[in-house]
C-alpha cells in the first residue's frame, strides 16, 4: 500500500493507495475520524453492492446507515443535498460523525458538498472508485453541486479526513471510464513531468486496459502527489492551481453544448480541449512544433480522439466562444488559458479569446480539417 500527505492551509489528510484496502476502512476510519459513532456512506445504484459489503467489514463500533442514490450528473442537484442533510438529522449525526463517499466524482462532489454545510461540516472521507475520482476529484476538497445556470456552481472548498483508493474497484469500470480517468493522468504529465509523459507513453495501453495493476497504482500514485502538490501550494485557487484546468475551458464548453450527455463524457472533451490548448501553444510561440508532434503521436497510439467536429460547427462556433467567456476562470473580458511551453511546464496566461482560441478555431473550421 501506498500512502501520501496532502498538507493544505485547511487540512493535513492522508491518501492510501493499495489493492484490496476497502475492507480495511475501520482500520483508518478508527484512526483519522475516530470521533464518528455514525456513518452514512453515500453511493448511487451502478456502484456494485460489493463494495458497500467490503467496506462495512469490522465497522461494529459504528452505526453504519447508507443511501444509495440514481447514477448520474444530475444528482448534483440541492434536492439531493436537502434529502442528504434530512436524513443525516432524522438520525440525529452531529459534527464528530462522518458522511462516507463511495463512487466517481459525481458522489464524491455531492457527499462533500452536503459534509461542508451539514451543521456547519461534518467529518467526511473520500472513497473513490472511478479513475477519474481516484487521479483527481477526490483530491483537493472542491466540492458542488450544479443550477440550472451552470456546473458546480454552488461549492465549497472542504478537505476530506481522508482518502481510501482501493484500485480493485476499476475492475467494473467500463472501458470508457478509464480513458476518461485516464486523460487527467496525462494532463499531469503534460503540465508538470515529461519523464511521467514518457513513461505514460509507453505504459499507458496496459493501464488503460487493465493489464497490470502495479502500473495502475504508480500512475495513481504520481497523479495523486501531482494533485496535493499543487492544491498545497494554492488550495482555493487563487493563481497556481489554475494550471490544473489545462484543455478544461474548451472541454466545458462542449459538455454544456451536449447537455453534460453521455455523447461526450469529462475526460474525453478534456482530451479534446488539451489538444487544441497544445496547438494554440504553439499557433503562440511557446511550444514546439516537435514536441506538439509528440503529443499528437501519443494520441494516435491509444486511438484517441481529439477531432472536436462532431461538435463545433459553423453555426454554434459563437455559442462555444459565449460559454467559453463566461467559464469560472473568466472575468467576463479576458480569461485564464492554460498554455504549454514544452511538455512538462505549463504557464497561466490571461488573455483575450480574440487572439487565441477564436481565430484557431475560425481557421479550423474555413479549412475542414479539425
Ligand atoms: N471536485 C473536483 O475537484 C472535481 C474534479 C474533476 C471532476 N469533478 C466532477 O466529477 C464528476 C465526474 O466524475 P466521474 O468521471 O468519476 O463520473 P461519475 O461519478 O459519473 O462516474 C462515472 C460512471 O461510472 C460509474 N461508476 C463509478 N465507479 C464505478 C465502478 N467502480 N464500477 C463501475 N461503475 C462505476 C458511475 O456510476 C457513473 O455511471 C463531474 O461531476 C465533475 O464535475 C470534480
Known amino acids: ?90 438520525y440525529n449525526f452531529n459534527r464528530n460523525d462522518c458522511i462516507v463517499a463511495l463512487g466517481g466524482g459525481v458522489i464524491g462532489d455531492l457527499a462533500g458538498f452536503a459534509s461542508s454545510i451539514f451543521k456547519r461540516g461534518i467529518n467526511f472521507v473520500q472513497v473513490p472508485t472511478t479513475l477519474l475520482s481516484q487521479v483527481d476529484s477526490s483530491v483537493g476538497g472542491k466540492t458542488g453541486i450544479n443550477n440550472k445556470f451552470g456546473k458546480n456552481v454552488i461549492g465549497s472548498f472542504y478537505q476530506p479526513n481522508f482518502v481510501l483508493i482501493d484500485i480493485n474497484t476499476l475492475y467494473s469500470l467500463p472501458q470508457r471510464e478509464m480513458v476518461a480517468g485516464f486523460a487527467e493522468i496525462l494532463k499531469y504529465s503534460m503540465i508538470l513531468d515529461k519523464k511521467f509523459f514518457n513513461w505514460l507513453f509507453k ?21 495523486c502527489k501531482y494533485k496535493s502538490f499543487v492544491v498545497s501550494k494554492d488550495e482555493r485557487e487563487n493563481d497556481y492551481r489554475a494550471i490544473l484546468n489545462f484543455g478544461h475551458t474548451f472541454a466545458h464548453a462542449i459538455e454544456t453544448i451536449t447537455h453534460y450527455s453521455k455523447k461526450i463524457i469529462h475526460g474525453e472533451a478534456v482530451l479534446i480541449g488539451m489538444i487544441l490548448a497544445s ?50 476562470k473568466s472575468d467576463g473580458k479576458k480569461i485564464k488559458i492554460v498554455i504549454l511551453k514544452k511538455i512538462g511546464k505549463s504557464l497561466v496566461i490571461k488573455t483575450t479569446l480574440n487572439k487565441t482560441f477564436i481565430p484557431l478555431i475560425k481557421e479550423d473550421l474555413k479549412n475542414g480539417k479539425y
Do not use: W
Not at 475520524?33 to 458497500?52: E, F
Not at 505504459?203 to 504520481?222: D, F, H, V
Not at 480522439?305 to 460559454?323: G, M, P
Open 203 to 223: 505504459n499507458g495501453k496496459k493501464i488503460i486496459e487493465q493489464k497490470n495493476q502495479r502500473l495502475i497504482s504508480t500512475a495513481i500514485y504520481k497523479s
Open 279 to 328: 496547438r494554440l501553444s504553439c499557433k503562440l510561440g511557446y511550444l514546439k512544433k516537435k514536441e506538439l508532434g509528440d503529443i499528437i503521436k501519443l494520441f494516435k497510439k491509444f486511438n484517441f480522439n481529439y477531432s472536436y467536429k462532431k461538435f463545433v460547427n459553423k453555426q454554434n462556433a459563437n455559442n462555444i466562444f459565449k460559454i467559453m467567456n463566461n467559464d469560472k
Open 1 to 90: 500500500m501506498k500512502r501520501l500527505i496532502v498538507n493544505t492551509k485547511s487540512k493535513k489528510y492522508p491518501i492510501f493507495i493499495g489493492q484490496d484496502i476497502l475492507c480495511k476502512f475501520n482500520h483508518f476510519k478508527k484512526k483519522y475520524a475516530k470521533n464518528s459513532k455514525k456513518i452514512l456512506v453515500i453511493s448511487s445504484n451502478r456502484i456494485p453492492k460489493k463494495y458497500l459489503t467490503n467496506l462495512r467489514t469490522n465497522l461494529k463500533d459504528s452505526k453504519c446507515y447508507n443511501i444509495i442514490l440514481p447514477d448520474g450528473e444530475q444528482i448534483k442537484q440541492s434536492v439531493y443535498i436537502i434529502k442528504i442533510t434530512n436524513l443525516l438529522s432524522k
